[in-house]
């Protein structure tokens, strides 16, 4: 359902490579129906055009077809299309993140109850095979924490920002250029894509319900090249991370641009490249590192879903975990994030400013790791300000924070950005 | 079956975190029986002593026990353990890469007409999710190339090498001091066990089987801290790699030290980390990196194939590709390899050395791509000639490097390394 771009690259692969597909499941996979919108809109398609077809029930209610791929994205009428699949017993295979964030454990349970596989491989990570190892090779660990880079777009953003020293709209409209970024970025840019991943990969990590709604944003687009160049002068790379924790059954899951040390694996990881580091109680730190996007590296992940499920047609459904068994411990709010922050402050440039400022991070239990005094522009009589501080809690940090933007001799707190270690 | 280190991890997670294991596949999960030599030497194990027996078949006969943990090592007598456990239908979950490489497609025919299943995540890369992601979320490429640093005893080695200058036989007996490397180097420093591993990756990326003497194999311990000080001066890290590439349906297996450029992502494996990336023609280049050894890591992946099977007791097995359904090509000697080389020769230092020895070279078919000369040696009268070529033929390369040592003005061929991109 769905001949789109990942669509194209499913139908593609099973037509041109169905007979080396088929021996490696030992059972011919044959494409039956395409799902499209508009037929006269695919006539330069590999597919046949009578394969196509407007009618999702061709589909959903053909009993010759026992796997069904949904690649249109959204939640409708993708969601209603997924329930009827499941309830007709077919196997459904699906790259959707927004669906199986929002819906996946009531459609698992659904697949479950009426013994079909839903498989998602393809929903986080792109050619990254990380879904199946959260639920499968590494289900013997408890998860300490999930840190990823799991939205090309934003990484591409960030590394030209980081390399070019370009500024948010200017590398946003070189995203768009070369088609890593859509006309309305606002899914990217905002966190909203990389928040439904999270909220796939820390359901099957801490294997509880986590949904978008539990996951903290913050997007990218209030980056200023300068944040950038203070991230390199003081030994870090700014990422855009989607970060989930698990401490004593608490979780804290949340999206946002943060300094990473330079030397770490994922401040290495550049353009539209993905990667997702899972630390665990027996396998430590593993680390994946891929194409997170694209046709090729999606169907990758679509057919290796629809060809497990091909090798064991016919026989009874192997059994997956379904949340959420262990839903002991809370959602913790972001205020309760403990980290080391970067601020970037613009103040009066007269003596005694960084005291004051001090001062009141100094009382609300903040203290300082570095102060770097930046850019004193002698017209305006202004002077940039650039702090690192210790752990803090979030809370803190930001009642303390209104109350040094409340003084008379601060201009203005242009960035506050959490500090991963 | 066994209780030595990996054992004891595996012992202790059963014992000590039965809840939350049995809770994830809605199954208890009992320690039953563990199989040691002398039962007096853990006496302070966890294992309660009376789960001990010195007697295989009090585990391999019991109607009780479903699946069998083999983690003794070697080929002998654990072959025939893995045999009678199969044909006595025990599901059977072992890191043993010695046999898997050598008997495991023997093994996996056997399990597959016993309806029982043998899985051995733990055998290639410890925590590192590299063998059912091979097997399953990246079945659908034509895999191109698998490299890899899957030795983490030679990888530790190197990299105390690399940073300290350190000789092969200071790294080596630093190794062992720290556990890393056993009293008898042999199976590490030599490549047994990494070409063991690679022949286990490159028979499942490839479909066909690839036995360990299929692997070229060279050692580390003839690389000179000199090697290093020239493959930094020229933009490189010497890495262990184990790499296996496809081109046509022809297969290139090998094992040996290596360079490879300072900025690629293996080069920055460093100690006992292990990393593996697979180009597939759907996935792009995929990388794993994590711990490939060690008690907690190894645990983590036998536990992952042990809960894999408890979750499908009492069902039909699931269907697993079968080796070998795919033979077409052939296995490629090292001769045929094409790839630049380094060279290291210790010559007279005289006028036209350099000349005589490009000259032979060049009738060879090859051409050099820098040249260093270093270390004159005036009481000698010898200097050290460096070369990098461009890709040239292997089989041609050793001709003319045959040719080049027996100039009377060439003292020895000191180092031969390919250059790997």
Redesign the interface.
């Known amino acids: 359902m769905g001949l789109g771009n990942v669509g194209s690259?499913v139908a593609n692969?099973l037509l041109s490579q169905m007979d080396?597909?088929s021996?490696?499941?030992?059972r011919s996979l044959n494409l039956r129906k395409v799902l499209v919108r508009d037929p006269s809109k695919h006539s330069n398609s590999q597919v046949p055009p009578q394969l196509l077809t407007t009618n999702p029930e061709d589909i959903l209610d053909d009993p010759d077809i026992h796997i069904i791929v949904e690649l249109i994205g959204g939640t409708e009428p993708t969601t209603a299309y997924l329930e009827h699949a499941v309830t007709a017993g077919k196997h459904v295979v699906t790259a959707n993140k927004e669906v199986m964030s929002k819906n996946g454990p009531d459609l698992l349970a659904l697949a479950r109850r009426k013994q079909v596989r839903l498989l998602f491989?393809a929903s986080v990570g792109g050619?990254?095979?990380i879904v199946?190892?959260l639920m499968?090779?590494?289900?013997?660990?408890?998860i300490q924490s999930i840190r990823s880079i799991i939205n090309g777009t934003t990484n591409y953003i960030l590394t030209q920002m980081a390399y070019h020293r370009a500024g948010f709209q200017q590398a946003l409209t070189e995203a768009q250029a070369q088609g890593y970024a859509e006309a309305d970025p606002t899914n990217d840019v905002e966190g909203f894509d990389a928040a439904y991943k999270l909220s796939i990969l820390a359901s099957l990590g801490f294997?509880r319900r986590i949904g978008p709604d539990d996951v903290y944003r913050q997007g990218i687009s209030q980056l200023h090249p300068k944040d950038f160049q203070y991230a390199e002068e003081l030994g870090y790379a700014i990422k855009f991370l989607a970060i989930a924790t698990q401490n004593n059954g608490d979780i804290q899951a949340r999206v946002y641009p943060a300094f990473i040390p330079r030397d770490h694996?994922l401040a290495?990881v550049d353009g539209v490249y993905n990667a997702v580091e899972i630390t665990?109680?027996?396998?430590?730190?593993?680390?994946?590192?891929?194409?997170g996007a694209?046709r090729?590296?999606t169907?990758?992940?679509v057919?290796?879903?629809?060809?497990?499920i091909a090798?064991?047609l016919g026989?009874?459904t192997?059994?997956?975990?379904v949340l959420p068994?262990?839903t002991h411990g809370s959602i913790r709010a972001i205020g309760d994030l403990k980290c080391k922050y970067y601020l970037r402050l613009n103040v009066a440039d007269q003596p005694g400013v960084l005291a004051e400022i001090a001062n009141i991070l100094g009382k609300g239990g903040i203290s300082l790791a570095s102060v770097l005094q930046k850019d004193a522009d002698a017209a305006a009589q202004t002077a940039e300000i650039v702090i690192t501080t210790h752990p803090a809690r979030e809370a803190s940090l930001q009642q303390a924070l209104g109350l040094v933007s409340s003084l008379d001799v601060v201009q203005e707190v242009n960035s506050m950005l959490r500090i991963e270690e």
């Open positions: 690259g692969a080396f597909l021996v490696r499941v030992n491989e050619g990254i095979p199946g190892s499968n090779q590494l289900v013997a660990n408890e294997h694996m290495k665990g109680h027996l396998c430590g730190q593993v680390l994946f590192h891929g194409q694209g090729e590296a169907t990758s992940a057919m290796g879903d629809v060809m497990e090798r064991n026989q009874p192997p059994q997956v975990p068994p262990e």
